[in-house]
């Protein structure tokens, strides 16, 4: 039974550039939410996706978007690059919308260069 | 506003020793609260839940957590620390919003286990 799994595990780009970053759910699983950990910090909350909609959004710009597939697989684009979007990725996924008992991706690592 | 406070952001033990992670919360009403663990290169895994079913909360590998209405904390323990538990620990509270839950993490400690 695979868990979850991100891709890719490690991304360089330069500012001003975008960035797209895919995770697939445990199986099972039908929601997927997203979280930025910022070296030394706690995970923060980007956004949530169940059935194809957007469902909760923390506070973050709008150059941060995503996308779930009808396959429950989920991806996470961020537009115009800062230096300050470096930060390890993590995907997340659980069952009917709900947060209460989430299984993690090992995480994509981006650099902003 | 809900958010959880990790009162310290290292702690060392010798191992066979216990543990004590500290975690104090705000919430306006009953939350919920969990404890995570990320090692080097691996995922979040979640140790315990508390959802007001029973204060003392047992999770994975020995580790327990006991809700404290009273002083708002939800501190991690654990009797016996081995060096497999060299980790990040994280406090967690669950925010109900108009689309359903989101979680809140602390900003972590990190554990480290001394022969």
């Known amino acids: 039974d695979a868990g979850v799994t991100q891709s890719p595990t490690h991304l360089i780009k330069t500012r001003g550039q975008q960035v797209t970053l895919r995770c697939s759910p445990k199986s099972g699983h039908d929601t997927v939410s997203w979280y930025q950990q910022a070296l030394g910090q706690g995970p923060q909350f980007i956004f949530q996706y169940y059935e194809e909609e957007e469902r909760q959004r923390g506070n973050f710009p709008d150059r941060f978007s995503g996308h779930q597939f009808p396959n429950y697989s989920s991806e996470l684009n961020v537009n115009a690059l800062l230096l300050g979007d470096s930060a390890l990725y993590l995907c997340?996924?659980?069952?009917?919308?709900?947060?209460?008992?989430?299984?993690f991706g090992s995480g994509t690592q981006l650099s902003v260069l | 506003a809900q958010s959880v406070t990790q009162l310290d952001s290292h702690v060392s033990v010798s191992e066979g020793t216990p543990v004590l992670l500290r975690c104090n919360y705000s919430?306006?009403?009953?939350?919920?609260l969990f404890w995570y663990v990320q090692h080097p290169n691996k995922g979040l895994q979640l140790l315990l839940k508390y959802t007001s079913a029973a204060t003392l909360v047992k999770g994975i590998n020995g580790f327990e957590a006991e809700f404290k209405k009273s002083e708002t904390s939800f501190h991690l323990t654990k009797p016996s620390a081995h060096m497999s538990d060299a980790a990040e620990y994280f406090c967690?509270?669950?925010?109900?919003?108009?689309?359903?839950?989101?979680?809140?993490f602390g900003t972590g400690t990190q554990l480290k286990v001394e022969l």
């Open positions: 919430s306006s009403y009953s939350p919920s």
């Open positions: 967690v509270v669950s925010l109900l919003g108009r689309g359903g839950n989101k979680l809140t």
């Open positions: 997340a996924s659980s069952y009917g919308g709900t947060s209460e008992k989430l299984f």
